[in-house]
């Protein structure tokens, strides 16, 4: 199809990140894109100043609802991962017959060299960036894109057969796949996540299973001998599998004994490293080195190399990220914790008594887990958001009563540190989406940061 987009118009719906960088490399490789735009609040001069400078004459724009007539001359169509693909206007194009790609795909359909790729539905921003600043380490350039914020397509054109790439790929990105091909991916976990959009955990599940797509047994998968699903879909995967796990003593692949890391072999275990070399915290970022080592390895980068920067790579913004300490009080943001088992992982990488916010936009997700994973380390849960009441209701049912109900995101920080003791803990972790409130996770995580360091000590 790349041969065919020369002057062919190709239908770009959506004009955020995504969208934006799918108009540019269409644009580059000679395409007439069409941007539909189908928020109305928005206007054509709004969506143009967010295309890049030399895109903007060269790009037709359609707010609202496209025609039969537009839609008569389109070849091929680039969804924005928010649009799910049985949406009205998605199922008209199926109807036409009109191929559709999701950005990933046409990125890599122009993209040389070597694709990693990452998803899972939690930790796949910490272990992408990790993996690439190995990469980079390495191989002394490597580009590092996907949902963690960064447009692959933009960058596809730079790519050549020396470059290595590594994604950090959703589950909506990859309901679009067609010729995409990792070399090495992995699944870090599948939980309930995205029901909304996805309906059931199988079909969940199988667009995560998807970034094995064109995978061979010249390939490799990392996945996560702890999680029933990935577990179950190494024994189908059609990349060599290597596992990982903090809770069995593996004969193959990466496990943890204790607190050091090991490499198995054929039963030989060889230790890797103590967790206590680096700077992370927490038992899912132990998940996140041993899949970052594992997928390095297969890369054919040297342990030693791998270890060093381990070592020295700090937490990801917005992921169980240490903010501050004041009067007494460490603060921790975890705005990426967007799900409820997300947070159990914030809430276990605390180790003192903590407050808890919590709550936000309703993505279908049930809170019992979360809740019975307090132990004594929450002592006060503070709950904001369009989920407030549905999780008040589930902590009534685990005898969790000590919650209150806070309007504004400003009201919920001024009373945690209000209600925070010397030696304390304030934890931003919400079990939710952001979109009800914020449009996004970083805004939300960086409002906590901004309030948090204004504070006095």
């Known amino acids: 199809m790349t041969a065919d987009l020369k002057g062919k118009k190709v239908l770009v719906i959506g004009s955020g990140l995504s969208g934006v960088g799918s108009v540019n490399l269409l644009n580059k490789v000679g395409a007439l894109p069409v941007v539909l735009e189908e928020n109305t609040k928005v206007t054509e001069e709004d969506i143009r100043n967010k295309l890049h400078e030399e895109d903007r004459e060269n790009t037709k724009i359609i707010v609202g609802t496209i025609s039969d007539e537009d839609l008569a001359d389109i070849v091929l169509t680039v969804p924005s991962p928010a649009v799910p693909l049985d949406a009205p206007t998605v199922m008209r194009i199926k109807d036409k017959n009109i191929p559709i790609w999701s950005e990933i795909e046409l990125a890599f359909n122009f993209a040389k060299g070597k694709m990693v790729a990452i998803t899972g539905t939690n930790g796949k921003t910490t272990t992408t960036t990790l993996v690439g600043e190995i990469m980079k380490a390495h191989f002394g350039k490597a580009y590092v894109v996907g949902n963690i914020g960064v447009s692959y397509a933009e960058s596809a054109l730079e790519m050549d057969e020396s470059s290595v790439t590594v994604g950090e790929i959703s589950s909506f990105q990859l309901e679009a796949v067609d010729n995409f091909h990792a070399n090495v991916s992995a699944i870090l976990n599948i939980t309930p996540d995205h029901l909304n959009r996805h309906h059931t955990m199988e079909c969940y599940a199988q667009m995560k299973e998807n970034i094995t797509h064109n995978q061979t047994q010249d390939d490799t998968c990392v996945l996560n001998y702890d999680n029933e699903y990935t577990r179950d879909f190494g024994g189908r995967c059609p990349a060599k599998v290597v596992f990982f796990s903090t809770k069995e003593k593996l ?28 700077n992370l915290v927490g038992m899912c970022n132990v998940e996140n080195v041993m899949a970052a080592i594992a997928m ?24 169980i990220e240490f903010v501050a300490t004041k009067r007494g009080v460490d603060y921790y943001n975890d705005s990426k914790g967007t799900n409820p088992d997300a947070a159990i992982q914030g809430v276990r990488a605390m180790c003192k008594p903590t407050i808890l916010i919590g709550g936000g ?26 989920t407030k009441e549905k999780i008040a209701e589930c902590c009534d049912k685990h005898g969790f009563t000590n919650y209150v109900f806070k309007e504004t995101y400003e009201e919920a920080l001024e009373f945690c540190t209000e209600s925070a003791n010397q030696g304390d803990a304030v934890l931003l972790s919400p079990a939710c989406a952001s979109w009800d409130m914020f449009p996004n996770y970083e805004t939300r995580g960086k409002r906590f940061k901004d309030y948090v360091n204004k504070l006095s000590d």
């Open 251 to 278: 004969t193959d692949g990466f496990y943890l004994d204790n607190e050091d890391i090991y490499m198995a072999t054929a039963g030989n275990a060889m230790k890797i490293m103590n967790i206590h070399d680096m």
């Open 296 to 319: 390095s390895l297969a890369m054919d980068v040297p342990l030693a190399t791998i270890l060093s920067v381990i070592r020295t790579f700090k937490a990801v913004e917005h992921r």
């Open 361 to 386: 936009y309703d993505k279908g997700n049930e809170y019992d887990e979360w809740i019975e994973s307090f132990g004594d380390t929450i002592k006060l849960l503070v709950l904001i958001g369009q």
